[in-house]
């Protein structure tokens, strides 16, 4: 019975009460203001995540049904495209590059558990995508992965490991298909 307790304690997330206030207020604010309405509403969710730390470039789309985890975890370069029902669980850092189009239903997850200790406590790892990268509907980005600059992942792909510059890959799991042209 002590075990028991002694695992649930150590299984406690290691964030302040401020910075769970703070996810609060933000999924609230998110949940109401920038989760709903047309793409046209872009310009406000780009406000909204400025405004709790994200670093958004200009012409950024980011449209309706996105969810994201901790805004001041999140960069995202100029003229980028994150379309609807992207999922970023960002407990470590998203970086997403410039002129790069996150497809419908991607999700970009930093977190994961540990299975080698028995309260599975949480890791996560920073997820980086290049520029002019295209992340196609419904593939799954997981922790520490990095997408090379111009790489192309194809629809609904698993990637658990890093992708070179300027390729196209597919699948699960994802795996090298061809180099990708570029002028």
Avoid at 16 to 26: E, N, P, Q
Avoid at 130 to 151: C, H, K, L, M
């Amino acid at each position: 019975m002590k075990q028991d307790a002694m695992d649930l304690q150590n299984s406690r997330h290691p964030w302040s009460l401020g910075h769970k206030l703070r996810r609060v207020i933000w999924m609230i604010v998110w949940t109401l203001l920038g989760r709903v309405g047309p793409r046209a509403l872009s310009p406000l969710r780009v406000r909204l995540l400025r405004l709790f730390g994200a670093r958004v470039g200009q012409g950024v789309l980011v449209c309706p049904g996105v969810k994201v985890l901790m805004p001041w975890n999140l960069r995202i370069g100029d003229y980028t495209a994150i379309a609807e029902g992207v999922d970023i669980y960002n407990f470590g850092e998203v970086r997403i590059g410039s002129n790069t189009c996150v497809s419908q239903g991607v999700w970009l997850c930093t977190g994961s558990h540990d299975y080698n200790v028995p309260n599975f406590p949480l890791i996560w790892d920073d997820i980086q995508v290049g520029d002019r990268v295209w992340i196609a509907a419904q593939s799954f980005i997981g922790p520490g992965v990095s997408v090379g600059d111009g790489a192309v992942v194809g629809a609904r792909s698993v990637v658990t490991r890093d992708l070179e510059a300027w390729s196209v890959s597919a699948g699960n799991p994802c795996v090298f298909i061809k180099p990708r042209r570029h002028d």
